[in-house]
């Protein structure tokens, strides 16, 4: 089974652009959950443009399925997920100012960095799983940090997929045999969307979970964000 695990980001855009408190994170995360979805996903990012750090706390009393917080580990992240203790951190490598993730880590000239870090999580109870292209030898690189869990950045994927070209799919397909042979359980996301996701969960194998976010709360707009929720669900079975 693939888990859906939310990513709220865009919620917090929207409710920031006015100051005040709507739309109401905590309710949208309540409700996403009550509507079927599998887990909660948040980045918060230095400047705080979305997610704020007291939203990753507010957020913690809330989650009752799967809390899932990404971002770069520098010190202010790593001490507030920490406090949080989520159920899984996502490390991404992305710089200061980055409007959104645009790579996966080098595992191997980050290996004792992402080591030590990956440690400190996992000696509080939390699972880690770190950003990685689709490339053999950063996968390898992964399984050497000690991390659970690597997530599959799948930008490229869903762009080829756009374009009509489903051969994109094959890196993530190698990459995807590689952790299932070294046991590193995968996760994916980056521009995952209703359009593309069921041809991907079809054609990863052990796919344990997918966060979606920019394409899901734009889709809902259109359509709804209880059946949004539930149509990814049918597409994830
Ligand atoms: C790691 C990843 O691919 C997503 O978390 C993405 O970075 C979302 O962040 P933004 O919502 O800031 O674009
Ligand atoms: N880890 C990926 C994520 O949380 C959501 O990415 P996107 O769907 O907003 O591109």
């Not at 705080?48 to 580990?73: F, M, S, V």
């Not at 990956?118 to 053999?136: A, K, M, W, Y």
């Not at 094959?170 to 070294?182: F, G, M, Q, V």
């Amino acid at each position: 089974m693939t888990k859906l695990s939310v990513n709220i980001n865009k919620i917090a855009t929207l409710r920031n652009a006015r100051g005040g408190n709507v739309p109401d994170l905590v309710k949208v995360a309540v409700d996403i959950q009550r509507f079927g979805g599998q887990g909660i996903t948040i980045h918060p990012r230095p400047d705080e443009r979305h997610i704020r750090y007291q939203d990753a706390r507010d957020l913690k009393a809330i989650i009752t399925t799967e809390y899932n917080i990404e971002g770069n580990p520098q010190h202010n992240f790593i001490d507030l997920v920490l406090e949080c203790k989520p159920d899984q951190v996502t490390l991404v490598p992305d710089a200061i100012g980055a409007i959104t993730s645009s790579a996966g880590w080098d595992t191997i000239n980050n290996q004792a960095y992402l080591t030590e870090v990956i440690q400190e999580f996992q000696r509080n109870g939390i699972r880690t799983s770190i950003f990685v292209d689709p490339v053999l030898e950063m996968i390898e690189g992964a399984k050497k940090t000690g991390t659970d869990r690597i997530e599959l950045y799948t930008e490229a994927f869903a762009h080829q997929y756009g374009l009509g070209n489903e051969r994109g799919i094959d890196p993530y397909i190698k990459a995807a045999e590689l952790a299932n042979e070294l046991d590193l359980g995968i996760n994916a996301g980056h521009d995952l969307s209703l359009d593309n996701i069921k041809f991907f969960k079809e054609n990863i194998p052990g796919l344990l979970e997918v966060s979606i976010g920019h394409a899901l709360i734009s889709e809902a707009l259109y359509l709804g964000l209880d059946n949004v929720v539930n149509m990814y669900l049918n597409k994830l079975k």
